[in-house]
């Protein structure tokens, strides 16, 4: 089949059929020449535009404890097992919280997600973030997320009655891959962690991390394995190699090469938040706005965890610069 | 003696290309300490536990 005729059979079926492609389809896109990535791209935008709209999600991330994790997540500057740069500094208190979100608040976002570098919350923490949450979304009004780790089925409650709209635990990388990038805790605990936020009513934001040495035919994997925890949100990272870490001598994505797969999530996940998340920045340099026309529809401004992102009103022209609205994108409120 | 603050090595040492673009200071400049880092959505705090604090700038601040 020629590229011309794949592409069509792709967009009739996500967009006059409304059916998933299958894992042949995928994997036949995945292997277009590079020339094609335009016109890949070119049909996400009009796959995203059908299935969720123009709006895009603006979102602020703040980490509220950094550093001093015990998990050896192999691209992370995070963990305690590897000598990184990072120094864990203490809880962030409320006070502290609420004026980071504040901050959020300013750039027009309506999310703000409240990080921490743990394996898991105890009570004192869920209690902090339950009380975070209240204090942020009266002082700002923004729809409140969290990422905290393994969680629970008793903590995923407490969260989501606590009012936590979204929580965020990643699957990063295709089960085949993962025992290669993590081996304090498993792919499946991962993944159970995804189905309890689901089935106490948060939605669930659950991205990747390309460029750790996955192959293609994993990152499909991947994408066939998100659709089973059926995610409202999928941030979409680039590994930015940190010193230090096992990960730390990986070279970049090509630019091109991530404008291909953020075209595949769009056409594998057709209804998620497809979110811009860590490493865009140095993966795609100057290339961020062909991102946006690729099947983002939601996009973290301004810093992260424990690096810095462009500047926020460079992000805040483009949107305007593409006619593309700010909103809020829900699959829940 | 004045020291890298991406990476702590003695300035002399140090060419330079160890902290990115998008890196905040990790050391302080007069004594190579790891710094207390704090990243928020729109700048950084970066303080060592012996000097001034370090302004988003990556200079001292006064």
Request: hydrophobic share 40%; net charge negative; with cysteine.
């Amino acid at each position: 089949m020629t590229t011309r005729a794949m592409l069509a059979a792709a967009g009739a079926a996500l967009i006059d059929e409304q059916r998933d492609l299958g894992e042949a389809e995928l994997r036949g896109l995945a292997a277009l020449p590079v020339d094609s990535v335009p016109a890949l791209a070119s049909l996400a935008h009009e796959v995203r535009l059908a299935r969720c709209g123009p709006e895009v999600e603006i979102e602020g991330i703040l980490s509220a404890k950094t550093g001093g994790c015990p998990e050896d997540c192999h691209f992370c500057s995070q963990s305690s097992k590897f000598e990184s740069v990072v120094r864990p500094t203490p809880y962030l208190n409320i006070r502290e919280i609420v004026k980071a979100a504040q901050e959020t608040a300013e750039l027009g976002a309506s999310e703000f997600c409240i990080v921490m570098a743990l394996r898991g919350p105890d009570d004192r923490v869920i209690d902090n973030v339950i009380e975070a949450t209240a204090a942020v979304r009266r002082e700002t009004g923004l729809n409140v997320a969290a990422s905290l780790g393994i969680l629970d089925r008793d903590q995923a409650k407490r969260l989501a009655e606590g009012g936590v709209h979204r929580y965020n635990h990643n699957l990063e990388t295709a089960r085949s891959f993962f025992p290669r990038i993590v081996t304090t805790h498993t792919w499946e605990e991962r993944f159970d962690t995804c189905a309890l936020v689901r089935e106490v009513g948060m939605e669930l934001c659950c991205g990747a991390l390309l460029g750790m040495g996955e192959s293609d035919d994993q990152r499909i994997e991947l994408l066939l394995q998100l659709r089973d925890v059926t995610p409202a949100e999928v941030p979409l990272n680039f590994l930015n190699p940190r010193p230090g870490t096992p990960l730390g001598a990986r070279p970049l994505v090509e630019p091109i090469e991530a404008l291909r797969w953020i075209a595949l999530f769009r056409l594998a996940l057709p209804e998620v938040i497809l979110r811009y998340a860590g490493g865009r920045e140095v993966t795609l340099r100057e290339l961020q706005a062909l991102g946006m026309t690729a099947g983002i529809n939601a996009l973290i401004v301004g810093n992260y965890l424990t690096t810095l992102g462009r500047r926020p009103e460079q992000d805040i022209q483009m949107l305007a610069d593409l006619k593309m609205p700010i909103g809020v994108l829900s699959k829940v409120i | 003696m004045a020291y890298c603050d991406g990476c702590g090595a003695p300035l002399e040492d140090c060419d330079g290309t160890c902290r990115g673009e998008l890196d905040p200071p990790r050391f302080c400049r007069e004594c190579g300490r790891k710094l207390d880092v704090q990243v928020t959505p729109t700048g950084y705090r970066a303080g060592c536990r012996r000097h001034p604090p370090v302004a988003p700038t990556g200079e001292p601040k006064l």
